[in-house]
C-alpha cells in the first residue's frame, strides 16, 4: 500500500482466517484512516438478547474494534494495539433483526506505547451506546503462534 493507511475502498474485511470472531459476527470496515474508523453490523436473530434487541456484547464488541482501529491508523504499519481498559455507557436499546448499526471510533490522543480512544454506536440517527478506551501499541504481532507459545492452545 506504499506506506499509505488503508481507506474505505482498501479496508481489508474481516476473514475467517485473520478474524474468525468478527468475521462469523458479520461485521463490515468502512473507514480506517488519520485517526477515525468506521464499521457496521447488519443485525440478524443471532445478534438479538431475550428481549429481541442488540445483546450489549455485540455493540461493545463492535465499540472495541472500531476504537482500536483508530488507533491503529495514526501508524504507517499498522501496529497491533491491545484493549487496556474499556467504559461503556448504554443509551437505548440496539436495534432490532432486519436493522443496521454503525460504530465510529476517534483517537483523541496518543503517546508512544498508549493512545486514548471514543466511539460510538449509531441506529439511523440514534446514539445507542458511547465509549472511551485505553489501547497499548504493540509491535506487528504473529499474536496466534506468540499466544500458543505462552499459553498453549484451547
Given amino acids: ?12 474485511q474481516p476473514s475467517q482466517t485473520l478474524n474468525p470472531f468478527l468475521h462469523d ?11 477515525h474508523a468506521r464499521l457496521s453490523l447488519d443485525l440478524t436473530e443471532r445478534h438479538m438478547n431475550s428481549w429481541q434487541i442488540t445483546h450489549g ?6 465499540l472495541d474494534v472500531v476504537m482500536a482501529m483508530a488507533g ?9 494495539v491491545v484493549t487496556v481498559e474499556m467504559k461503556t455507557s448504554f443509551l ?16 483523541f490522543y496518543q503517546s508512544t506505547t498508549m493512545c486514548f ?3 460510538e454506536v449509531w441506529n439511523g440517527d440514534r446514539l445507542v451506546a458511547k465509549a472511551m478506551g485505553t489501547f497499548k501499541y504493540l509491535r506487528r504481532l504473529k499474536s496466534g503462534e506468540n ?5 498453549g492452545s484451547d
Wanted: with cysteine; proline share 3%.
Fill in 1 to 12: 500500500m506504499n506506506g499509505e493507511t488503508p481507506t474505505a475502498q482498501a479496508l481489508q
Fill in 25 to 35: 459476527l458479520g461485521v463490515e470496515f468502512l473507514e480506517m484512516e488519520d485517526g
Fill in 92 to 107: 437505548q436499546p440496539g436495534g432490532v433483526a432486519g436493522g443496521r448499526i454503525e460504530a465510529r471510533g476517534k483517537a
Fill in 117 to 119: 480512544c471514543e466511539g
Fill in 72 to 80: 491503529r491508523s495514526l501508524h504507517e504499519d499498522l501496529k497491533g
Fill in 57 to 62: 456484547g455485540v455493540i461493545m464488541t463492535m
Fill in 147 to 151: 499466544m500458543k507459545k505462552l499459553y
